[in-house]
């Protein structure tokens, strides 16, 4: 197959064919007297593999992974292949612990009580440090009521929900800026909903990068069983 080729069946440029190439994504090509690419199948299923990979899990870690795929044993390969299917669904958990925990902090909102908390008390029961809320209260993102003569930090049911909701996040994965996104939407008039379609974005991201690695997979097979020599692999 010449470069042309591969680039109308794989949908991208020819150059992006030569860059993908230079970058280990595909093998090397044999060159003819000529001096010309002469590609195979081979080069088309890894560059339509790699298209999901990256959609999944991002470039870099695609070519790693192409690379890691092109060199493992059938048990390894699809070890590699299985942990990114794992990877997507510990983020869609988190995802949706974050949604129950925000769920949490409606409900509690609507119950409140006077119970308070000390930093240690609801350090403990977080399963964080107390440097960790401190932390979280220097960026905003949970703020404790004082105690004016003792200057010591006491949390009420807002504060004590609030830091829930940022282990949650926190824990899938979230950046701090993420993190103050949905906690800043939290104090607008809409700031439960405006969290929720922010956690739903997230959730549809992840369910984009599912399906792009599903339909990466008989192009991955088609690869792992190439460079294997399996009958009816391609060539």
Do not use: C, K
């Not at 999944?56 to 795929?69: D, I, Q, S, T, Y």
Request: hydrophobic residues 45%; neutral net charge.
């Amino acid at each position: 197959m010449r470069t042309v080729d591969v680039a109308r069946e794989s949908g991208y440029s020819v150059q992006q064919v030569r860059d993908l190439e230079r970058l280990g994504v595909i093998p090397p090509a044999v060159r003819a007297d000529n001096g010309y690419r002469s590609y195979t199948l081979l080069h088309v299923h890894a560059l339509r593999a790699y298209r999901g990979l990256a959609a999944a899990v991002g470039p870099v870690e695609a070519r790693r992974l192409l690379a890691e795929l092109r060199t493992a044993t059938i048990t390894e390969a699809a070890s590699a292949v299985d942990e990114v299917h794992a990877r997507l669904a510990r983020e869609r958990a988190e995802v949706l612990r974050a949604q129950r925990a925000l769920e949490g902090v409606r409900a509690e909102e609507e119950g409140r009580d006077d119970d308070f908390m000390t930093i240690t008390q609801l350090a403990e029961a977080l399963g964080v440090r107390s440097s960790t809320l401190r932390f979280w209260e220097e960026e905003g993102l949970v703020l404790p009521e004082r105690v004016t003569t003792l200057r010591a930090r006491r949390y009420g049911p807002a504060a004590i929900g609030a830091a829930r909701v940022v282990v949650a996040l926190r824990a899938g994965g979230y950046g701090i800026p993420a993190v103050r996104e949905v906690m800043g939407s939290l104090d607008g008039l809409d700031g439960v909903e405006d969290a929720r379609r922010i956690l739903r974005g997230r959730l549809e991201r992840l369910a984009a990068r599912s399906v792009a690695l599903l339909r990466a997979g008989t192009d991955l097979s088609a690869v792992v069983d190439a460079t294997r020599g399996t009958p009816g692999s391609p060539e």
